[in-house]
């Protein structure tokens, strides 16, 4: 059996997770995917030898101090290529990407929320401290209602104004603290009438959880 290449961390925190890979000789990581984009910067020259998948093999040079990068997703076994020379390199990833994920599945649930009329399921994707700026309102914000019964109370409301409802045509995107979602809502209203119309809604985060709703949708004239 192989020696396993030892990683010791040196720095994990919410946008940075530094690991110095060290590996005796002929010594491997074991099979991984990388789930975030990385630098390696190698600490010693040396070769890697990189088992794919699929079954090849390739080398890689290293030298110390010159980096290279890498994105996510990335699957292989690396194995120190020299039986003679231990090998070292710095891997830093950057992990804020992982909220930025956890953020937009939130914004993806809350939309199946939507679909699903569970007000239970909406509520669950909402920040302890929350709010919901409505698109219609006497405000420049529409109508704010804040707080989780005020916003749980809301979005029943929307829930009744329409005997049919469907947001299709989702889409999603995180920049930084803030989230978009556009959509084209369908639906019905108590009055029978048919309401088809694009929207957006733009959003502030707590953690993973969505702080604010702010709606905006078109009024056809
Ligand atoms: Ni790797």
Redesign the pocket.
Known sequence: MKATAEPVVHIDDDRFKVTEWRFAPGAE?GW?R?GHDYVIVPLTDGTLALDHPGGTRTEARLTQGVPYSRRTG?E?N?TNGSDTAPLAFLEVEVVDDALARRRKATMERLAAAFNARDLDALMACMAADCAFHASAGPDAEGTRHIGRDAVRAAYAAVFDGFTQSEWGEARHIVDGDAGLSFWRLRATDRAGRKLDVRGCDIFAFDGDLIALKDSYRKARV
């Open positions: 990581t991984h990388h990335v292989h690396v």
